[in-house]
């Protein structure tokens, strides 16, 4: 029964994928004869797959979607991707997100269970900045949350493989994994510089054996989800910007708001509106209002009414090189 079983999830996975797969392709892949091929087709047809088969001397299978919905059949990767994901969204969706999640639980054996409940981690709710999601292994986010938990030191090497060559590994002392649209960051106290560090997930590939525990420092502000936001606004600690600045353009306010972000605007007239927003720099907050394709007057404060002078000393220059 569990060679069956075991059988039966690898033909659903194959199926899953957008091909058509002849029926001799699938007997080699699972080492099984034809006519077993075309029995565990039936067994999945019974539980309520829709597969589709064409005629023919090369027939194959092709898994369309049904009227209903069979039972869904996970490999380990995509339990944990799963419970991730319910975890993430848990914040926005609330009580539907935490029942599916509780119903994912009860039915996991006991494995997958503590391998899942040991993936421990906050999300941001408003994302530092714009960023492509960036794949990592179940396996390291699994080994990153156990050592978080367990308050053992980590050595990892860091960046791409020509970086891990140059660079002495890392060590560090983790103390929070946190994910954002898709990318995941682990808070840690960095003993090589004898400060917190973000790291981003991605780029780490982990050494073994791990370190001796530590005691954990408390973290600055309090909170892992705003220390690393405040890190991405150019912040030691305060999840604010430390440049913000107010202007008024000449543009509705209904044209500015699908593209202020965080800022504040407040609506001045059928063409003309205010906004408080904010930046890493007075120059990057100057060259951010220009996008908007307005003329822009600086309400304040000085530092970005500078700003926009050395922006147009800057064009200029450019200008003038291009003639």
Known sequence: MTATTSRLLTLLSLLQTTRDWPGSVLAERLEVSPRTVRRDV???????????????????????AGNQLPPLLFDDDQVVALTVALRSVGAALEEPAVRALSTVRQVLPSRLRHRVDALQFTSITHPPGGTDPAPVSTDVLVALSAAVRSRVVLRFDYGGRSDAEARPPRTVEPHHLVTSLGRWYLVAWSRDRADWRVFRADRITL?????PRF???????????EFVSARFKGSDS???WPCVGTVILHRPAREVLPFAGES?????GPDRCGLTGGSWSWIALAATLNHFDADVD???PAELRDAFAVLAQRNSASAGVLK
Not at 43 to 59: C, D, H, K, T, V
Not at 207 to 211: E, K, M, S
Not at 264 to 268: K, S
């Open 42 to 64: 039936d067994r999945l047809r019974e539980l309520g797959y829709n597969i589709a088969a064409s005629m023919g001397p090369e027939g194959g299978y092709r898994l369309d």
């Open 264 to 268: 504040v605007v407040e609506d001045l």
């Open 207 to 211: 050494r073994t054996p791990d370190g």
């Open 238 to 240: 305060v999840n604010r």
């Open 215 to 225: 005691e954990p420092r408390p973290i600055p502000g309090g909170d892992a989800a």
């Open 298 to 300: 600086v309400v304040g």
